[in-house]
């Protein structure tokens, strides 16, 4: 008798998280996943048998996937230098489902809950066994959703189990699916000006004018309130600049200290000091693709620690 269970594709909405899925009756030992058949078509629903545990790797059960934008702009077409048929989706967490037996040195094992992080390069140079597989020095790149059949599955299939960490009971797993792209995106952003910031308040201490800005209130923006407040010295004021009202009611109903309505010609020479006196002494730009954060670094207003562009 067949059995019935969900696709869920979480959508990353500023501090929010919507979910969307289908119902899928399922006889037997099958899995559903949304293919990627054409550019700029609709997905098209496939079932197959649940793959088996790849050499040294894992199967996935997955609970939720994330839908991040390089995901709309490859099935749009944006990113052609990828094959189809392919099941995109890299933001995933889920169950182990099973684990090849030439699988070592691990702590996972089949049903810890866990999050998958999408990237690995060549696994033998100096920086791929560091776990730094964006910097492999053999320029090998694997990315799941893109270079080989992602999450919008049932089930994922996974190649080493040192691209799984274990997920705590404490954090949803429908955040869990996030980390490992855009709240890595955004701890990586924030920690990169952490040596400005440490320099400042070895300078001058923490006055209550000190502030750091973050351009872009969208899902990234939100994670940097958090991880800034996590990450940054105590007493570092959060100020957050966007073109979107709503998006910055959300940054500021998440802890921001000041938002600014990015609608005013040469808003970047504004920034360095607001109506309440807060002073910017570092920037992080990284968090949105818009030309206004491009602009800020070359604002004519600089400081010697402002900004501090990322």
């Known amino acids: 008798m067949g059995s019935c ?5 979480v959508i990353e909405f500023g501090s929010k998280v919507k979910k969307f899925g289908s119902k899928i009756n399922r006889g037997g030992m099958a899995r ?8 700029n078509e609709p997905f098209e629903f496939v079932t197959d048998d649940i793959p088996g545990s ?35 989706g890299h933001e995933v967490s889920g169950r182990v489902h ?29 920086r791929c066994k560091v776990h730094k597989p964006t910097f492999c020095l053999n320029r090998v790149r694997k990315t799941i959703g893109f270079t080989e059949d992602g999450g919008f599955s049932d089930y994922l299939t996974v190649s080493d189990l040192s ?16 980390l490992p792209c855009s709240g890595l995106t955004s701890y990586n952003a924030v920690v990169s000006i952490l040596p400005t910031v440490k320099e400042f308040v070895t300078d001058h201490g923490v006055p209550e004018d000190c502030a750091v800005l973050l351009v872009g209130a969208g899902g990234l923006g939100l994670w940097g309130v958090q991880i800034v407040r996590e990450v940054l010295p105590d007493g570092i004021r959060i100020v957050c600049a966007d073109r979107d009202p709503e998006r910055l009611a959300e940054a500021k109903a998440m802890g921001c200290d000041e938002v600014v309505l990015w609608n005013v010609k040469g808003m970047p020479k504004k920034l360095s000091v607001f109506k309440s006196g807060v002073t910017i002494h ?6 949105c693709r818009s030309p206004e954060a491009r602009r800020i670094s070359k604002s004519p207003e600089r400081r010697p620690y402002f900004p501090k562009k990322i």
Request: glycine letters at 8%; one cysteine or more; proline letters at 4%.
């Open 32 to 39: 559903r996943s949304a293919k990627l058949v054409k550019f």
């Open 282 to 287: 570092a920037s992080v730009g990284r968090l």
């Open 5 to 9: 269970s969900d696709i869920i594709v």
């Open 98 to 126: 099973s684990i090849d037996q030439l699988a070592v040195n691990s702590d996972i094992k089949v049903g810890d809950r866990v999050m998958v992080y999408a990237i690995r390069g060549c696994g033998v140079c100096s």
């Open 54 to 88: 790849p050499p040294g790797g894992a199967v996935v059960k997955v609970h939720y996937t994330g839908l991040c934008h390089s995901d709309v702009d490859m099935s749009q077409g944006e990113k052609t230098n990828y094959s189809l048929p392919l099941i995109l």
């Open 163 to 178: 691209l799984l960490m274990l997920v705590p009971e404490t954090v949803a797993m429908d955040t869990a699916c996030l």
